[in-house]
Structure formats: structure tokens, C-alpha cells
């Protein structure tokens, strides 16, 4: 009868006591890794333009004036960042030099 108790009693810690530890463990490895510094590593980069304006300009051809469109495109760099240690992206965008898409003065 005292062994059957003791048995009853182990179990009843046991199931007490365990999830309790690892609930403790699982949140002191939380906090470490909210602890950590990031590990960025860039996983993308976009290269892409974008038209901003188009503006007039002027040409002799054969001593006659003309008028002739130029498209200003931006050129703008997207690069993407992944942290596998707590699985987060994070992206920055950069305008880069703007392009003339004729050659003029
Ligand atoms: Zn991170
Ligand atoms: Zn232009």
C-alpha cells in the first residue's frame, strides 16, 4: 500500500514538475535568442528603374530644328536581408544615379 503511494506520488510530480521545466527552459532560450544579435545576410537584390520625368530637347538635324523626348529614369537598388536565427526579413531601398535615356547636351 506505502509503495503504491510513492508510485502515485512520483507520477504526480513528475507530471508537475516536467512541463514547468521545460516551460522554464523554452523561455530562457527565447530570451537568448531575442539576446542575439542578428545574423543579416542579404538574400536579394532588385535592380530596377523607375521613370521619374520626361523632358524635351532640341537637335540641329540637317540644320533644322527638332524637338526630341528624353526619358530620366531612376535607377533604384532593393536589397533584402534574412536573419535565420529568428527567421526575420528586413529591406532597404537606395536611389541610385538617374539615367538620361538620350544622349544630350
Ligand atoms: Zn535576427
Ligand atoms: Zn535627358
Redesign the pocket.
Given at each position: 500500500m506505502k509503495r503504491w503511494l510513492s508510485v502515485v506520488l512520483c507520477s504526480i510530480l513528475f507530471t508537475i514538475l516536467i512541463p514547468s521545466i521545460s516551460y522554464g527552459e523554452s523561455i530562457k532560450s527565447d530570451m537568448l535568442i531575442a539576446k542575439t544579435p542578428?545574423?543579416w545576410e542579404v538574400s536579394n537584390v532588385d535592380y530596377t528603374k523607375k521613370n521619374v520625368r520626361t523632358h524635351d530637347y532640341k537637335i540641329f538635324d540637317n540644320f533644322i530644328r527638332k524637338t526630341r523626348q528624353c526619358d530620366v529614369d531612376q535607377k533604384i537598388k532593393t536589397v533584402v536581408w534574412y536573419?535565420d536565427?529568428?527567421g526575420?526579413t528586413k529591406s532597404a531601398t537606395y536611389l541610385l544615379e538617374r539615367e538620361h535615356s538620350e544622349q544630350h547636351k
Open positions: 542578428h545574423n536573419c536565427l529568428h526575420e
